[in-house]
Each structure stands twice: as C-alpha cells, then as structure tokens.
C-alpha cells in the first residue's frame, strides 16, 4: 500500500508558476515509477508526466511539453511537478500517481492520492 499527499495547488494568472509537491509514504520510493495525472472539469482524467524510481526516465504528454518539469528527491519521498507558463487549459485537478506503468499515450497507476486543485484565471 502507498500512500500519497499532494500539495501546491493553487489559483495563478496565466503565464504564472506553480509546483505541486507529493509526498509518498507506505512502500520503497525509489522503487516506484511516479506520475501525474489531471482531470479537468467534464474532462476523463489524462496523463501529464511520468519519472523513473532513479529519474533517467522521463515521459510527458505532448501539451505539457517545455512547460513542466517532473522530478523526484528519493531521500524525502518526494516527487514534484514544476508548471511554469500556465494557461487556463491547464486548470484541474492533479493527481499524484505510484506504480505508473504504460507507454506512449497509455498510463495507467495502481495508487492515486486525493488531489490538488490548480486554477488558472485569464
């Protein structure tokens, strides 16, 4: 069992920044492939980005790309999503994610934590 906490969701203007914090607890960290999801309002949850246990492997979806960075501290059980020249497509809920498997478009993950609300006002 895994358990996750998000943090740093918030309301910004678009062109802003934001990081979201997760933190893991419950199972090896370093072990686990982690990830973000979002789910937009009326919108199925879709995958954002996605890191290695060891953090040499890094996916992102095509609309997140040069804008957001995914990375993960293995020593504090944390992995952290950077979003930096947010627009307001970006608004969601954002979901941390561990044991993420998939490829391509496909991911999927076995833990979700509860989610953080990101709001990004024109």
């Known amino acids: 069992q895994v358990q996750l906490v998000e943090s740093g969701g918030g309301l910004v203007q678009a062109g802003g920044s934001l990081r979201l914090s997760c933190a893991a607890s419950?199972?090896?960290?370093?072990?686990?492939?982690m990830g973000w999801f979002r789910q937009a309002p009326g919108k199925e949850r879709e995958f954002v980005a996605t890191?290695?246990?060891?953090?040499?492997?890094?996916y992102y979806a095509d609309f997140v790309k040069g804008r957001f960075a995914i990375s993960r501290d293995n020593a504090k059980n944390t992995v952290y999503l950077q979003m930096n020249r947010l627009k307001p497509e970006d608004t969601a809920v954002y979901y941390c994610?561990?044991?993420?498997?998939?490829?391509?478009?496909?991911?999927?993950?076995?833990?979700w934590g509860q989610g953080t609300q990101v709001t990004v006002s024109s």
């Open positions: 994610a561990a044991g993420v498997s998939g490829s391509g478009h496909q991911w999927q993950s076995d833990y």
């Open positions: 419950g199972r090896t960290f370093s072990s686990l492939r």
């Open positions: 890191i290695s246990g060891g953090g040499g492997s890094i």
